[in-house]
């Protein structure tokens, strides 16, 4: 290679460098750093106070030696310029800390029903409902595209957001779709029927939970035993703002707030039996939907099933439904 080629090739590799940089660290910058998320953080010189931190649902993280410190609502650049400035007091010298994003779980959306593969998913940016049904294989054959759902936490209790996906993919809708928000859950339903959600077969159950996802319902399971083999519920739920998202009889969607703290303080007699396609979602403290902070209770596991039976849950529901039918009889 000629001088001249090597001096080409030095300049093309300053132009990409220069093009790229300002793309990656803009990324960096721009992300804000929530609950949930995954940071990894490493210290220049100094291998051992390498490690990975989850933010805690009050923003905070423990990062020894400083202890405690806020995470939450910074840059992972703005993150490490403060442990930088903190750990000079045990370092004795100044050292670079670089912060990155592990699992962006503060940035989470949740997948239900007629796709290949429904679930959790966190990205840095998140996409528009296409690029979301891409990223869980596609819609299945049995999909009912016209008819998707935006499960969206509100202070009020869920917002119900329906969408014609197939009339945007044919080019008839003009209008773009919703942008999606953290903690939204997109419904894709069955043109089957018979469950709203993923069909006849199974119930989900979503948030502060061990373990999320979709459950076989079989003729009909109990809330309080979907919350056990879900795990039981994590120290940030918050059990008396849960919320269960059913079909109406009439069509459309009865969403029903349900306070599990009371059920479980004061016992009831009779079962509650969730059915195929019903979404159950326990929030979380900090950012519940109504923000107020529940202590006490971290688990269900160890409840025996008569505590956990629901009858004051059907009471709960059986009224949401019958004031919505009353309200359409009264519109019709």
Do not use: C
Not at 61 to 66: E, K, S
Not at 116 to 122: K, M
Not at 198 to 214: C, D, E, K, N, R
Not at 259 to 277: K, N, R, S, W
């Amino acid at each position: 290679m000629s001088n001249r080629e090597a001096v080409i090739l030095m300049v093309v590799g300053f132009v990409v460098s220069a093009l790229v940089a300002p793309t990656a660290l803009a990324q960096q910058s721009d992300y804000v750093i929530g609950s949930g998320d995954v940071l990894s953080i490493s210290v220049w010189r100094h291998p051992e106070l390498d490690r990975s931190v989850v933010v805690r649902a009050n923003g905070r993280i423990t990062f020894p030696p400083i202890g405690e410190l806020t995470a939450g609502g910074q840059s992972p650049t703005e993150l490490g310029r403060d442990l930088s400035l903190r750990l000079r007091d045990f370092t004795r010298e100044t050292t670079q800390v670089t912060v990155s994003i592990e699992q962006h779980n503060s940035r989470s959306v949740y997948v239900t029903g007629q796709v290949a593969a429904p679930g959790r998913y966190s990205f840095e940016r998140i996409p528009d409902i296409l690029q979301l049904m891409t990223e869980t294989g596609g819609a299945l054959p049995s999909a009912d595209l016209s008819n998707v759902s935006i499960i969206r936490p509100t202070a009020t209790g869920p917002e119900i957001i329906t969408v014609d996906v197939n009339s945007y993919m044919r080019g008839q809708r003009r209008t773009p779709l919703p942008d999606l928000r953290p903690g939204d859950t997109v419904d894709v339903p069955s043109i089957i029927g018979g469950g709203g959600v993923g069909g006849p077969g199974l119930v989900y159950i979503f948030g502060q939970v061990g373990a999320p996802g979709a459950y076989p319902a079989g003729d009909g399971i109990d809330l309080m035993q979907l919350v056990s083999l879900a795990g039981g519920t994590t120290p940030d739920a918050r059990l008396d703002e849960v919320s269960i998202v059913m079909d109406g009889s009439r069509g459309g969607q009865v969403v029903a707030k349900v306070d599990l703290d009371g059920v479980i303080e004061h016992g009831t007699a009779t079962p509650f039996l969730l059915q195929g396609g019903d979404r159950v979602f326990v929030p979380e403290v900090s950012t519940g939907f109504t923000g107020s902070v529940l202590g006490g209770v971290t688990t269900v596991l160890n409840w025996s099933r008569d505590v956990m039976s629901a009858y004051l849950l059907y009471l709960t529901i059986d009224r949401e439904i019958d004031d919505k039918e009353a309200r359409e009889a009264t519109t019709n």
